[in-house]
């Protein structure tokens, strides 16, 4: 069992920044790919980021590149995600989640945990 906390949203300007952080306990932490997904209202929850265990690869959707950034310190069971140059699209609620086995990066249906979420409002 895997428990993930998020934390960091907020309201921010669009072309500001924000970092989310998702605080792991339970299992062993470096044994799970952790991703980040998010749902806008009236939207399906997507895909956004992924991290595999050692931090050796990274994935991102097409729409984030060069502005998000997700990090992991397998020391702290924490996993990140830099947003800078955020845009009104990127206004969501955004879960971490925890993949103990599957592709690289993981399908969704193969998140084995989820956190509650937070909330991102970029303001245009």
């Known amino acids: 069992q895997v428990q993930l906390v998020e934390s960091g949203g907020g309201l921010v300007q669009a072309g500001g920044s924000l970092r989310l952080s998702c605080a792991a306990s339970?299992?062993?932490?470096?044994?799970?790919?952790m991703g980040w997904f998010r749902q806008a209202p009236g939207k399906e929850r997507e895909f956004v980021a992924a991290?595999?265990?050692?931090?050796?690869?990274?994935y991102y959707i097409d729409s984030v590149k060069g502005r998000f950034t997700i990090s992991r310190d397998n020391a702290k069971n924490t996993v990140s995600l830099q947003m800078n140059s955020l845009e009104y699209e990127d206004t969501a609620v955004y879960y971490c989640?925890?993949?103990?086995?599957?592709?690289?990066?993981?399908?969704?249906?193969?998140?084995?945990?989820w956190g509650q979420g937070t909330q991102v409002t970029v303001s245009s």
């Open positions: 991290i595999s265990r050692t931090a050796g690869n990274t």
């Open positions: 989640a925890a993949a103990r086995w599957g592709a690289m990066p993981p399908r969704t249906h193969e998140y084995d945990y």
């Open positions: 339970g299992d062993t932490f470096s044994s799970y790919t």
